[in-house]
């Protein structure tokens, strides 16, 4: 799309702090995580799929450029869309001009950042070459070369990566006479040192013209082609050349798409954003949404003055932020294992006492705590799917729910029993975590918590930040 960032000196240009910049550390991420999951992709077909060739859909968001937006670009934001919102996926806009890369060399501490990040919360990362305003990728082919030659060094090792070496090309910039060419000798560059990592190539007219790409493909292996679309700009006809090109056996991953017009700020265009996600999912074609910043506009996924960290209630997000959070929300499949309207004991892993109504109270307001485990039906809980890859969790003595009492969402906030009314205090994700699964509460992101990870009958329940321990760890035993 044809996004026109105006520099004004004053009000627009956020300024922050560069981070230093650490070599990227390995850490074991997460059993469950997505990576340690599917490992390193690859291309089959014109299918991105994971290490076990199984088709894989990968979901997310996209920064802003980070010279702009960059506060919101940390693990700390990049955690809570994981938790709460199910990404799989960010990806960081280096931009070229307009105060970027070309300009400020340093604004690749921000890609580090990310990157890290990524690793850390074990999610996959597209790296962004962000060409927009110079048309041709050729124009700073050199600095691509150097920028990708230190990326593809540093993460080499990491299967996280993802490159994507042409954000929009456009203008006079077409697939045979400018892309193609500059493709063939970029990627070369990377695959000397990354051998197997996915490649992403734009396409001319702002990445709409794959059918020119899938005409005269590149001799790779491992190399994706972009579609960006705008929702209210583009439709059926785009969704036409994505199927002819995959249809030639090329492989498309949707880098950037919005819900506004192609100027970023028309809409948003909720009623035609839902077919383009649809047509995505029944397709498995990966993306990734434009963007995840509090900029006033209609793609902009934060509302002005949004936290840079996360924790977003659905005040401090636009209109289609919520609508992309629910898209990501609903095309995530259930947790491992969990059979809406079964009934399950959940025993706490790090005391192995079990989640129990206190004195098998059946009033709103019942506390929530742990106690031996008995077999009562005050430790009986009906795990019920409400959408959204959302579940309410009710006691099976008295119908009442989970919930968090006064819709808090600070560390320490009660959890009682109380009627289900489809709050957002009562709806929790379920995350399976090795061979246990931990609960995250919708309204705050925070996890069903022991308190003080005590051991003992009575010890209350609670939302807490997720922290890994045992205290948030819940093993659940089916017993219908």
């Given at each position: 799309?044809?996004?026109?960032?105006?520099?004004?000196?004053?009000?627009?240009?956020?300024?922050?702090?560069?981070?230093?910049?650490?070599?990227?550390?390995?850490?074991?991420?997460?059993?469950?995580?997505?990576?340690?999951?599917?490992?390193?992709?690859?291309?089959?077909?014109?299918?991105?799929?994971?290490?076990?060739?199984?088709?894989?859909?990968?979901?997310?968001?996209?920064?802003?450029?980070?010279?702009?937006?960059?506060?919101?670009?940390?693990?700390?934001?990049?955690?809570?869309?994981?938790?709460?919102?199910?990404?799989?996926?960010?990806?960081?806009?280096?931009?070229?001009?307009?105060?970027?890369?070309?300009?400020?060399?340093?604004?690749?501490?921000?890609?580090?950042?990310?990157?890290?990040?990524?690793?850390?919360?074990?999610?996959?990362?597209?790296?962004?070459?962000?060409?927009?305003?110079?048309?041709?990728?050729?124009?700073?082919?050199?600095?691509?070369?150097?920028?990708?030659?230190?990326?593809?060094?540093?993460?080499?090792?990491?299967?996280?990566?993802?490159?994507?070496?042409?954000?929009?090309?456009?203008?006079?910039?077409?697939?045979?006479?400018?892309?193609?060419?500059?493709?063939?000798?970029?990627?070369?560059?990377?695959?000397?040192?990354?051998?197997?990592?996915?490649?992403?190539?734009?396409?001319?007219?702002?990445?709409?013209?794959?059918?020119?790409?899938?005409?005269?493909?590149?001799?790779?292996?491992?190399?994706?082609?972009?579609?960006?679309?705008?929702?209210?700009?583009?439709?059926?006809?785009?969704?036409?050349?994505?199927?002819?090109?995959?249809?030639k056996g090329i492989a498309v991953f949707v880098t950037e798409w919005g819900t506004s017009d192609a100027s970023g700020d028309g809409g948003p265009f909720l009623a035609e954003s839902?077919?383009?996600?649809?047509?995505?999912?029944?397709?498995?074609?990966?993306?990734?949404?434009?963007?995840?910043?509090?900029?006033?506009?209609?793609?902009?996924?934060?509302?002005?003055?949004?936290?840079?960290?996360?924790?977003?209630?659905?005040?401090?997000?636009t209109a289609s932020g919520k609508f992309v959070r629910d898209q990501i929300k609903s095309e995530t499949p259930p947790s491992d294992g969990i059979v809406s309207g079964k009934t399950?004991?959940?025993?706490?892993?790090?005391?192995?006492?079990?989640?129990?109504?206190?004195?098998?109270?059946?009033?709103?307001?019942?506390?929530?705590?742990?106690?031996?485990?008995?077999?009562?039906?005050?430790?009986?809980?009906?795990?019920?799917?409400?959408?959204?890859?959302?579940?309410?969790?009710?006691?099976?003595?008295?119908?009442?729910?989970?919930?968090?009492?006064?819709?808090?969402?600070?560390?320490?906030?009660?959890?009682?029993?109380?009627?289900?009314?489809?709050?957002?205090?009562?709806?929790?994700?379920?995350?399976?975590?090795?061979?246990?699964?931990?609960?995250?509460?919708?309204?705050?992101?925070?996890?069903?918590?022991?308190?003080?990870?005590?051991?003992?009958?009575?010890?209350?329940?609670?939302?807490?930040?997720?922290?890994?321990?045992?205290?948030?760890?819940?093993?659940?035993?089916?017993?219908?």
């Open positions: 799309m044809f996004k026109k960032m105006i520099a004004v000196f004053c009000a627009l240009i956020i300024t922050f702090m560069t981070v230093s910049f650490v070599p990227p550390q390995k850490v074991n991420a997460e059993a469950n995580s997505v990576v340690a999951q599917n490992g390193q992709l690859r291309v089959s077909g014109n299918q991105l799929v994971n290490q076990a060739g199984e088709a894989i859909q990968l979901k997310g968001m996209s920064s802003h450029g980070v010279q702009w937006f960059g506060q919101y670009v940390n693990y700390d934001s990049m955690k809570w869309m994981r938790d709460n919102w199910g990404i799989t996926i960010f990806r960081v806009a280096m931009y070229t001009q307009d105060g970027g890369y070309i300009n400020d060399p340093s604004q690749k501490n921000k890609v580090k950042e990310a990157v890290q990040a990524a690793i850390d919360l074990g999610i996959y990362v597209i790296i962004d070459w962000h060409v927009l305003g110079e048309k041709d990728p050729n124009i700073y082919k050199q600095q691509a070369k150097g920028f990708f030659t230190e990326m593809a060094n540093l993460y080499k090792d990491y299967p996280n990566v993802i490159y994507e070496i042409a954000n929009e090309p456009n203008g006079y910039a077409t697939w045979n006479g400018h892309i193609k060419p500059y493709a063939e000798e970029m990627i070369p560059v990377i695959r000397s040192i990354d051998n197997n990592a996915i490649i992403i190539v734009g396409t001319g007219t702002w990445s709409q013209d794959v059918h020119d790409a899938a005409n005269n493909p590149i001799a790779q292996s491992n190399i994706m082609y972009t579609t960006h679309f705008y929702a209210g700009t583009h439709g059926a006809w785009l969704r036409d050349r994505i199927d002819y090109a995959r249809s839902k077919v383009w996600t649809d047509f995505m999912k029944d397709r498995k074609l990966s993306w990734t949404n434009w963007s995840l910043c509090d900029k006033t506009e209609a793609s902009a996924a934060l509302a002005p003055g949004a936290s840079p960290y996360g924790g977003w209630s659905d005040g401090q997000l399950y004991k959940m025993v706490n892993v790090g005391s192995g006492k079990a989640l129990d109504a206190a004195a098998a109270g059946t009033a709103n307001g019942t506390n929530v705590q742990i106690w031996d485990d008995n077999g009562t039906g005050a430790q009986q809980w009906i795990i019920t799917d409400v959408g959204g890859g959302l579940y309410k969790v009710t006691n099976a003595n008295s119908n009442t729910g989970l919930d968090v009492a006064e819709m808090g969402t600070a560390n320490g906030s009660n959890v009682q029993l109380w009627s289900y009314g489809g709050g957002s205090n009562q709806k929790w994700s379920i995350v399976k975590v090795g061979s246990a699964y931990k609960l995250i509460a919708s309204n705050s992101g925070k996890a069903l918590d022991v308190a003080a990870a005590g051991t003992e009958n009575g010890t209350n329940v609670q939302i807490w930040d997720d922290n890994g321990t045992n205290a948030q760890k819940w093993n659940l035993f089916q017993l219908n």
